[in-house]
């Protein structure tokens, strides 16, 4: 693209290459990037910046709650004490510090590990990627829960996977239903390579698999000899109810009352962990405990994806596990538990928000826990919402699906990220774009962003190659706003 003065940085590296442009590569790019998206959150990240925009959209936890100062001192810290090994590589599985540290947190989720199967990667979603990387040919299956996590559908597409979604309901994935899908799938010869759950306040779903459910998935599992990947951000975030033990705790003890079990090792559980929601996603730090079979497979693939996750995040995180409250307690405890009450806070301004503006036209989960609430709005087709909406953002329910099809009626909304004005407001504006007597869109704006169906045949093709969802552009006056930030930098 030309340089255009009028066009700040960021303008140019979010605009999509046309048709034209595409086709020039096409016979270079692998086969797999045909089926390879964009992640819906992905694209909505750059809104987030927008001062007239309102976020409901990502997965975000509500990072100016961590002191500023306490930031500053743990990273003096580093650098008085440990700046020749934060600034060097460190072992792909992860520091030993660091492995401690999640050990800990485990330990909180009532789980007990063994360090020597845990790695430490860069994110939770580096673990999809690895897994899906160690596990995954072009069409081997993978069981999912519907609607799954959004971040991990352009995953499971760019490894051309077969992913059987399974609808739940509010006890979580319907576990007869999917011993009926095993069976069919045995009777077209396919054997599923793993079950993904999120069993904990599913991200979108915003529920809780029970606990009568959880036993019979690793009972299952442990019968048919199926991996379980199980992600669980938010365990720790939970704001009612009781805890309930992970599916890794549940194999393990079951494979300690078998032969050889030692009540700590999982054999057919890949749990995936993550400081981003319980400390800050800009750390970028993962982690997964895993089988040693399997454990070895995402080493490897670690080792050609980035060598090792940051070494100076992970001592970071090392100092600030050895952090002591005023009380006495380990100062990430505390910080989890006022995050706790503030995000219960916020989950209930917006179930309340959502009660006074929607009524009887939508419907939505009451999450124990988590970030999200996943709504449904009778005869409104969300992504089409999202096209006409200017000022809030969130993420629509097709996101969600494998098939881009279902969930057309539903969104997920965030609830931590955002003060409680910004939460009624933005609730507010959703429903104002909705007729109040036809419950359908409004027809008042002839300026919404097109549709799939309305697309033409270039944009069609490029939608192949990029499937996202489309979001309004950003106007003159903000590439105006956006060339100044450059020019004061």
């Given at each position: 693209m030309p340089d255009d003065p009028k066009i700040g940085r960021d303008d140019r590296r979010r605009t999509r290459p046309a048709a034209h442009e595409l086709a020039r590569y096409e016979a270079l790019f692998a086969a797999r990037t045909r089926g390879m998206k964009s992640s819906a959150m992905r694209e909505m990240m750059a809104l987030?910046?927008?001062?007239?925009?309102?976020?409901?959209?990502?997965?975000?936890?509500?990072?100016?709650?961590?002191?500023?100062?306490?930031?500053?001192?743990?990273?003096?810290?580093?650098?008085?004490?440990?700046?020749?090994?934060?600034l060097q590589y460190g072992p792909t599985e992860g520091m030993a510090v660091t492995i401690d540290c999640i050990v800990e947190v485990m330990a909180a989720e009532g789980t007990?590990?063994?360090?020597?199967?845990?790695?430490?990667?860069?994110?939770?979603q580096?673990?999809?990627?690895?897994?899906?990387?160690?596990?995954?040919?072009?069409?081997?299956?993978?069981?999912?829960?519907?609607?799954?996590?959004?971040?991990?559908?352009?995953?499971?597409?760019?490894?051309?996977?077969?992913?059987?979604?399974?609808?739940?309901?509010?006890?979580?994935?319907?576990?007869?239903?999917?011993?009926?899908?095993?069976?069919?799938?045995?009777?077209?010869g396919r054997r599923p390579k793993f079950i993904y759950t999120i069993p904990n306040f599913q991200n979108p779903g915003g529920v809780t698999m029970s606990l009568p459910r959880r036993r019979r998935l690793v009972e299952v599992a442990r019968e048919r000899e199926l991996l379980v990947l199980e992600d669980n951000p938010y365990g720790l975030l939970r704001y009612e109810g009781q805890a309930l033990p992970t599916l890794y705790s549940l194999d393990a003890s079951l494979g300690a009352g078998g032969a050889g079990g030692d009540g700590v090792s999982s054999d057919l559980v890949i749990y995936l962990g993550t400081f981003s929601k319980i400390l800050s996603p800009g750390l970028r730090l993962g982690w997964s405990v895993a089988p040693r079979a399997v454990l070895e497979k995402l080493n490897l693939g670690k080792q050609?994806?980035?060598?090792?996750?940051?070494?100076?995040?992970?001592?970071?995180?090392?100092?600030?596990?050895?952090?002591?409250?005023?009380?006495?307690?380990?100062?990430?405890?505390?910080?989890?538990?006022?995050?706790?009450?503030?995000?219960?806070?916020?989950?209930?301004?917006?179930?309340?928000?959502?009660?006074?503006?929607?009524?009887?036209?939508?419907s939505w989960t009451r999450p124990e826990g988590g970030l999200f609430i996943w709504a449904t709005l009778d005869g409104v087709d969300t992504t089409d919402l999202m096209g006409r909406s200017k000022g809030v953002a969130f993420v629509p329910g097709?996101?969600?699906?494998?098939?881009?099809?279902?969930?057309?009626?539903?969104?997920?909304?965030?609830?931590?990220?955002?003060?409680?004005?910004?939460?009624?407001?933005?609730?507010?504006?959703?429903?104002?774009?909705?007729?109040?007597?036809?419950?359908l869109l409004g027809g008042a704006d002839t300026s919404r962003t097109r549709t799939a169906a309305e697309l033409t045949d270039a944009d069609n093709e490029r939608a192949n190659l990029a499937d996202i969802v489309a979001l309004p552009r950003r106007g003159d006056s903000d590439r105006a706003n956006s060339a100044r930030r450059q020019q004061n930098r």
């Open positions: 987030t910046e927008r001062p007239d925009v309102i976020s409901l959209a990502g997965g975000l936890p509500d990072t100016s709650t961590f002191a500023p100062e306490l930031y500053a001192k743990l990273m003096s810290q580093v650098a008085a004490e440990s700046a020749a090994r934060a007990t590990v063994d360090p020597a199967n845990v790695i430490v990667t860069t994110g939770g580096q673990v999809i990627d690895l897994v899906c990387k160690a596990l995954i040919d072009p069409g081997d299956v993978i069981v999912a829960e519907a609607p799954t996590y959004p971040g991990a559908v352009p995953t499971f597409d760019a490894y051309q996977a077969d992913v059987v979604q399974i609808e739940m309901d509010g006890d979580g994935m319907p576990i007869d239903e999917l011993e009926r899908t095993l069976d069919r799938l045995a009777g077209e050609g994806a980035d060598l090792c996750s940051s070494p100076m995040t992970q001592l970071f995180v090392a100092a600030y596990f050895a952090e002591r409250a005023d009380d006495g307690r380990a100062a990430w405890v505390e910080y989890v538990e006022r995050l706790r009450g503030l995000y219960r806070s916020r989950r209930d301004v917006m179930l309340e928000s959502l009660a006074e503006h929607f009524g009887e036209r939508a097709r996101a969600a699906y494998m098939d881009g099809q279902r969930g057309s009626s539903s969104m997920r909304l965030n609830f931590a990220g955002v003060p409680d004005e910004d939460i009624r407001e933005g609730i507010r504006r959703i429903a104002a774009l909705i007729d109040p007597d036809t419950g």
